[in-house]
T-cell receptor
């Protein structure tokens, strides 16, 4: 039982490049989330999903897109990376209305 | 909207000292409250939770009581260890008329010296 896994662990992009972060969970959770963590800002919700095929915007969705084609996977895309998107990205999953389980994070640097 | 305010760090303590990290919240309805811990280089892990007023969550010697009258959920530990050095996040879980989400405080860095 791996819990929540994230791929890749580290990535460096140049401004304007695109990439996709992959989150996978093996707990059969309905809900999945993407957060970014920046110094002094805590965790901010980017997008979330309450079930396969559904997505919704969080607090800071601009510049990101997501897809939930399979229940166990939640993808976060950056179409044209900007230095302001340098951050640590965390994925989480949960049953409805309950505690969230977090992945180990992806450290992204945009130069 | 919902919000969580927790004491700013960093907090530096000696081993075996008493720890309190304050957390207050603003929310509609009946939220659940959580404390998460993040060790260096890792993701967040649930430390403890409480789902209704007057509930006490506890784990690994840490405790927090859900106080609706003071809208607080302060984290305490009687005797900290070096291994407790981490960032601690208070969080609130609520539906607020839409989908259930967590709202996090900004985190408090705790350093425990031997």
């Amino acid at each position: 039982n791996a819990g929540v896994t994230q791929t890749p662990k580290f990535r460096v992009l140049k401004t304007g490049q695109s990439m996709t972060l992959l989150c996978a969970q093996d707990m059969n959770h309905e809900y999945m989330y993407w957060y970014r963590q920046d110094p002094g800002m805590g965790l901010r919700l980017i997008h979330y999903s309450v079930g396969e095929g559904t997505t919704a915007k969080g607090e800071v969705p601009d510049g990101y897109n997501v897809s939930r084609l399979k229940k166990q996977n939640f993808l976060l895309g950056l179409e044209s990376a900007a230095p302001s998107q340098t951050s640590v990205y965390f994925c989480a999953s949960s049953p409805p209305a309950d505690e969230q389980y977090f992945g180990p994070g992806t450290r992204l640097t945009v130069t | 909207g919902d919000s969580v305010t927790q004491m700013e760090g960093p907090v530096t303590l000696s081993e075996e000292a008493f720890l309190t990290i304050n957390c207050t919240y603003t929310a509609t309805g009946y939220p659940s409250l959580f404390w998460y811990v993040q060790y260096p280089g890792e993701g967040l892990q649930l430390l403890l939770k409480a789902t209704k007023a007057d509930d006490k969550g506890s784990n690994k010697g840490f405790e927090a009581t859900y106080r609706k009258e003071t809208t607080s959920f302060h984290l305490e530990k009687g005797s900290v260890q070096v291994s407790d050095s981490a960032v601690y996040f208070c969080a609130l879980g609520n539906s607020g008329g839409s989908n259930y989400k967590l709202t996090f405080g900004k985190g408090t860095l705790l350093t425990v010296n031997p």
